[in-house]
């Protein structure tokens, strides 16, 4: 499986953008780059994903790399329920993952995100 | 829509006593899957269920876990007999075709 960086923890201020990075140097030209967050006590939450072009939805967007080794998660306006640990993923393939770009996840250590009001 | 339920929230045993946790996914999800995140880590898949069939146990510890899946809605995870490293939560998360994974907020067990 394909493998990711991501540092270990990071800070903002509220209301402030904030740009979590993630390296993967080793994706293949197939990988989707997925990322999800989990907040305290509750489990893990998709956040968004893509493969080769910028993506927007209501939580976040994601910039990719051109040459897709890297991305970036932004976050337009922090706020304090956006601390949590978020997770840089490229889902495993298999015959059970559905043919759809939802593969099998790995989680890593993520990076810890704190807001300061 | 109703999210992934999970139950108990919170259980303590002894360690070698027997435990099962039970999980609902979201209606029409075919896909189950259990995690286990010890803390400071990120949750690491146990086994996935297709229906009621299992694809993917590579990770279970079979000789004391076990999972099962019937009718290929509800499903229970038992460890007999836990030991002291499995203290963690256990997480369970059901996909839709062409969705991302959805996950309940686990149970969090403790071994005494």
């Known amino acids: 499986d394909a493998k990711t960086t991501q540092p270990n923890s990071m800070e903002s201020n509220e209301e402030e953008p904030v740009h979590l990075p993630c390296n993967h140097s080793?994706?293949?030209?197939?990988?989707?780059i997925h990322w999800y967050r989990q907040l305290p006590s509750q489990g893990p939450e998709y956040v968004i994903h893509g493969l080769t072009s910028n993506v927007n939805n209501r939580m976040a967007s994601l910039a990719i790399a051109e040459d897709r080794k890297s991305s970036t998660l932004i976050l337009h306006r922090a706020t304090l329920r956006d601390a949590a640990v978020y997770y840089c993923i490229l889902p495993a393939w298999g015959p059970n993952a559905g043919g759809t770009s939802y593969g099998k996840l790995t989680f890593g250590q993520g990076t810890i995100l704190t807001v300061h009001p | 829509e109703a999210g992934v339920a999970q139950s108990p929230r919170y259980k303590i045993i002894e360690k070698r006593q027997s435990v099962a946790f039970w999980c609902n996914p979201i209606?029409?999800?075919?896909?189950l899957y259990w995690y286990q995140q010890i803390l400071g880590q990120g949750p690491k898949l146990l086994i996935q269920?297709?229906?009621?069939?299992?694809?993917?146990d590579s990770q279970l510890p079979k000789d004391r876990f076990s999972a099962e899946r019937l009718k290929g809605v509800d499903s229970t995870l038992k460890i007999q007999p836990a030991k002291l490293e499995d203290s963690a939560v256990y997480l369970c998360?059901?996909?839709?075709?062409?969705?991302?994974?959805?996950f309940g907020d686990g149970t969090r067990l403790s071994i005494l």
């Open positions: 998360a059901s996909r839709g075709t062409g969705q991302p994974q959805h």
């Open positions: 269920f297709q229906n009621n069939g299992v694809v993917d």
């Open positions: 080793t994706i293949s030209g197939t990988d989707y």
């Open positions: 209606s029409g999800h075919a896909t």
